[in-house]
């Protein structure tokens, strides 16, 4: 029986790429339409873009899906399974940046389990004239201090361009992002030919308009695979327990355990290490503003709901 990979999913049908017989997979061929057997139904589950799977072809040249493969990670939105990297695109200049966003982003991901790597697009609007350069410069020393990665790109240059495909190479990696920094149009630049949809941007709201409907993995020329998803303005924590919040903030992690008190929330208590590595300056002060921030809407949505 054939396998494949999950590429698409629309309208009841799934897209699955073949795979090849060392398990990479082929990118040259096309991808068979497939419908998935009623026993996931009644199992309660039902295959996701990402998905390795087993399939059986029909007679009119479609297929069945038969089989899902053990998935390494499930995401809930977007919904697609076994991404490995998380590419978090946030534009230097239109829209201009947004940190809080970006944080509730990394938030996420820290509790899904996923590597992040932070992509600054545009950069060919950072005008050494305007404080948009230094702002990057800041803004890339702040989260590299926490540990994580994070490029400086430009479509229309290429700045950047191949360093980020290197790390696309091999694995299913998620593109996310404030609306409007250049998603579509990175991937343009990564693929020619792609000719994915651009739109431009609101110059009066400040944000680009949604160009993507629905995910779907773009294959890359190095084994990668990139799921372009719908953008996102907003995201909730109903899927996060309260005290589990501090834990997504990783630089929180060496002081934590110093607390005096279990299960401190790190926003009053006395014996506080988080608090005491804040006043010392080991933890940055928006970061630390953006967890009080997340603390309370998730309090709010909670007793809500």
Avoid: W
């Amino acid at each position: 029986m054939p396998e494949g990979i999950i590429v698409k999913a629309l309208s009841g049908y799934y897209y699955v790429m073949p795979l090849e017989d060392s398990g990479v997979p082929s990118v040259e061929g096309s991808a068979v339409q497939c419908r998935a057997r009623g026993i996931f139904r009644k199992r309660g589950t039902s295959p996701l873009v990402g998905d390795r799977v087993s399939y059986m072809l029909t007679e009119n040249g479609e297929g069945t899906v038969d089989e899902i493969r053990k998935r390494e990670t499930e995401l809930i939105r977007p919904p697609v399974a076994n991404v490995s990297l998380a590419v978090l695109l946030f534009s230097v200049k239109e829209p201009d940046m947004n940190l809080n966003l970006l944080d509730k982003f990394l938030v996420h991901i820290e509790q899904a389990g996923l590597d992040a790597l932070i992509v600054l697009t545009k950069q060919d609007l950072a005008d050494p004239e305007n404080d948009a350069r230094d702002t990057v410069a800041e803004v890339k020393a702040l989260y590299e201090q926490i540990g994580y990665e994070v490029i400086s790109t430009s479509s229309r240059t290429g700045e950047g361009n191949e360093l980020l495909k290197e790390r696309l190479a091999g694995k299913i990696s998620v593109f996310s992002g404030q609306s409007g920094v250049g998603k579509s149009s990175m991937l343009n630049a990564l693929m020619p030919g792609l000719t994915l949809e651009t739109s431009a941007i609101s110059m009066r709201l400040g944000r680009g308009k949604h160009t993507t409907r629905h995910v779907e993995l773009i294959p890359l020329d190095n084994g990668g695979f990139v799921a372009d998803t719908p953008g996102f303005s907003q995201l909730d924590f109903l899927e996060i327990g309260v005290e589990e919040l501090s834990t997504c903030f990783r630089e929180f992690a060496q002081y934590a355990d110093q607390c005096k008190f279990r299960g401190c929330t790190h926003t009053h208590e006395p014996g506080c290490r988080v608090l005491a590595a804040k006043a010392e300056g080991m933890i940055s002060e928006s970061r630390y503003q953006h967890y009080e921030q997340f603390l309370t809407e998730m309090k709010d949505k909670k007793r809500r709901y």
